[in-house]
């Protein structure tokens, strides 16, 4: 138990206090002024701006850029009833606005005010990652908490992110409570995706998609649809449930075919569905290749776009512009007049602003004239919190080829 009332205090370069009052919770090693008294990595200290006044409390760690996490703008004992009420409030977070959800994300690190903290509940198998030392250092508590909220048949970590480097943590993988055999058989909107969350991509399913799987679905009745970067079929299958006379997927992941097969037989939709293992760009490149004087046969009525981040930092940003319009020019080529293309990207460093251009730049290559039909967020088990910006990065958009 760490009482809060001798904490070492940081004290932060003047103008920085303002982003933490806003509620952003990183303090950038650059922006403290100095340690009053020496104190351990992961500790609990206080933070005051140069004035002495006090702005919160957070999980110090000299070796990250990221050097004091704010937890709380006031004076907290982080315990086990600390986590159970800020794991409760998350969860009441999902109960109003995913109330049918049996798998969702339960706290989303910085937009739960758990910097660090990420967990995933997948039906009656929790998923935990901890992404900063001061969380890493108090998993034990974490586990103890969630099995007394949730009694789950197994509590994991997926503990591979790049982050934990910055953080001098090692990578560390396995069951911390319980026993997992299977795959998970995870339910999205009543529909059952196999998740290998031992072993699998990210923490076993993009759970972010989950409300847009839904309304990409709404669009497709009677529909010729392409998934491309299906993945376990998420798009895909919610389409061919939802009346779309046939749907193609694609993915260059032989594993995640082989699962979105086994997930359409399982939801008794094999029929609708075909699939191929194939790079996305490759397909694109060999469906739009045409002789002079030649035009594309647009021949899909839906195409959906879901690919993996193109950029992991800003330095990227121009190389995945140039991917981001190369697929929707192709993409739009095999699109019929009147039909739909929706599209996401999950990239922090490219904006919805950006990410629109991009397509319409596209499309003017194309010679082609799109309405905007929707716009996409992340599913409301991953929140935003607009002043810590990092909180929002997946943006996507339906948009129809008038002409």
């Given at each position: 138990m760490e009482s809060s009332t001798v904490l070492p205090t940081l004290l932060v370069r003047p103008g920085e206090a303002d982003r933490i009052v806003a509620g952003h919770p990183w303090i950038y090693a650059g922006s403290a002024l100095r340690l009053t008294q020496p104190a351990a990595d992961g500790a609990l200290v206080q933070v005051k701006d140069h004035r002495q006044r006090f702005l919160g409390v957070g999980f110090y760690n000299s070796k990250s850029k990221i050097i004091v996490r704010v937890l709380a703008p006031e004076r907290v004992t982080v315990d086990e009833s600390f986590f159970e009420q800020r794991i409760q409030a998350a969860l009441a977070v999902r109960r109003k606005f995913l109330p049918d959800a049996s798998s969702f994300r339960v706290v989303n690190a910085e937009s739960d005010f758990l910097s660090g903290l990420i967990i995933d509940k997948y039906e009656d198998v929790l998923v935990v990652q901890t992404s900063a030392l001061g969380m890493d250092q108090r998993k034990a508590?974490?586990?103890?908490?969630?099995?007394?909220?949730f009694s789950p048949r197994c509590i994991l970590e997926r503990n591979d992110?790049?982050?934990r480097k910055?953080?001098?943590?090692?990578?560390?993988?396995?069951?911390?409570?319980?026993?997992?055999?299977?795959?998970?058989p995870v339910k999205l909107n009543g529909l059952a995706f196999e998740t290998d969350i031992l072993g699998g991509h990210k923490t076993g399913l993009y759970l972010d998609q989950q409300v847009n799987y839904r309304l990409v679905a709404e669009l497709t009745k009677g529909a010729q649809v392409l998934d491309c970067f299906s993945f376990l079929g998420g798009f895909g299958?919610?389409?061919a449930?939802?009346?779309a006379a046939h749907v193609h997927l694609l993915d260059q992941s032989a594993d995640a075919v082989a699962a979105s097969t086994r997930n359409a037989a399982t939801n008794k939709l094999t029929e609708k569905c075909s699939f191929e293992t194939v790079n996305v760009f490759d397909w694109f490149k060999a469906q739009t290749a045409v002789n002079p004087h030649e035009k594309v046969i647009p021949r899909f009525d839906v195409i959906v776009l879901d690919p993996p981040s193109f950029t992991r930092s800003r330095a990227t940003v121009p190389d995945a512009m140039r991917g981001y319009k190369e697929i929707h020019l192709r993409a739009l080529k095999?699109?019929?007049t009147g039909g739909t293309l929706a599209t996401f990207c999950c990239s922090h460093h490219v904006d919805a602003v950006m990410f629109q251009s991009v397509i319409l730049d596209a499309a003017f290559d194309a010679r082609r004239i799109l309405r905007r039909v929707a716009a996409y967020s992340q599913s409301p088990d991953h929140p935003v919190i607009p002043s810590i910006p990092e909180t929002e990065y997946l943006k996507g958009f339906a948009f129809e080829v008038v002409r």
């Amino acid at each position: 138990m760490e009482s809060s009332t001798v904490l070492p205090t940081l004290l932060v370069r003047p103008g920085e206090a303002d982003r933490i009052v806003a509620g952003h919770p990183w303090i950038y090693a650059g922006s403290a002024l100095r340690l009053t008294q020496p104190a351990a990595d992961g500790a609990l200290v206080q933070v005051k701006d140069h004035r002495q006044r006090f702005l919160g409390v957070g999980f110090y760690n000299s070796k990250s850029k990221i050097i004091v996490r704010v937890l709380a703008p006031e004076r907290v004992t982080v315990d086990e009833s600390f986590f159970e009420q800020r794991i409760q409030a998350a969860l009441a977070v999902r109960r109003k606005f995913l109330p049918d959800a049996s798998s969702f994300r339960v706290v989303n690190a910085e937009s739960d005010f758990l910097s660090g903290l990420i967990i995933d509940k997948y039906e009656d198998v929790l998923v935990v990652q901890t992404s900063a030392l001061g969380m890493d250092q108090r998993k034990a508590m974490i586990v103890r908490v969630l099995e007394k909220m949730f009694s789950p048949r197994c509590i994991l970590e997926r503990n591979d992110s790049a982050f934990r480097k910055f953080e001098g943590l090692p990578d560390a993988n396995g069951i911390l409570a319980g026993s997992l055999a299977d795959p998970v058989p995870v339910k999205l909107n009543g529909l059952a995706f196999e998740t290998d969350i031992l072993g699998g991509h990210k923490t076993g399913l993009y759970l972010d998609q989950q409300v847009n799987y839904r309304l990409v679905a709404e669009l497709t009745k009677g529909a010729q649809v392409l998934d491309c970067f299906s993945f376990l079929g998420g798009f895909g299958l919610h389409a061919a449930r939802a009346g779309a006379a046939h749907v193609h997927l694609l993915d260059q992941s032989a594993d995640a075919v082989a699962a979105s097969t086994r997930n359409a037989a399982t939801n008794k939709l094999t029929e609708k569905c075909s699939f191929e293992t194939v790079n996305v760009f490759d397909w694109f490149k060999a469906q739009t290749a045409v002789n002079p004087h030649e035009k594309v046969i647009p021949r899909f009525d839906v195409i959906v776009l879901d690919p993996p981040s193109f950029t992991r930092s800003r330095a990227t940003v121009p190389d995945a512009m140039r991917g981001y319009k190369e697929i929707h020019l192709r993409a739009l080529k095999l699109l019929k007049t009147g039909g739909t293309l929706a599209t996401f990207c999950c990239s922090h460093h490219v904006d919805a602003v950006m990410f629109q251009s991009v397509i319409l730049d596209a499309a003017f290559d194309a010679r082609r004239i799109l309405r905007r039909v929707a716009a996409y967020s992340q599913s409301p088990d991953h929140p935003v919190i607009p002043s810590i910006p990092e909180t929002e990065y997946l943006k996507g958009f339906a948009f129809e080829v008038v002409r």
